[in-house]
């Protein structure tokens, strides 16, 4: 699998080769965290005004278009 990481409808960063399993959880989403080895760590140093999390994939003209 993949994951396209967009920034003002803009592509950023791009993982490839990605696998496992999505599990469900009870525990909070975290955004703007690195999780390493089960230690959330590297804070993001800044703000987010808006944030969207997808279960589908979405070219960049529909991020784009959904900015509006």
Do not use: C, H
Request: aromatic share 6%; charged share 15%.
């Amino acid at each position: 699998g993949a994951m396209k990481l967009y920034r003002n409808g803009v592509l950023t960063q791009e993982f490839t080769g990605l696998s496992g399993t999505i599990i469900q959880s009870d525990q909070p989403v975290s955004i703007g965290l690195v999780n390493r080895a089960g230690s959330l760590s590297s804070p993001f140093s800044g703000q987010m005004r808006d944030v969207s999390v997808w279960s589908v994939a979405r070219s960049a003209a529909e991020i784009q278009a959904a900015m509006n």
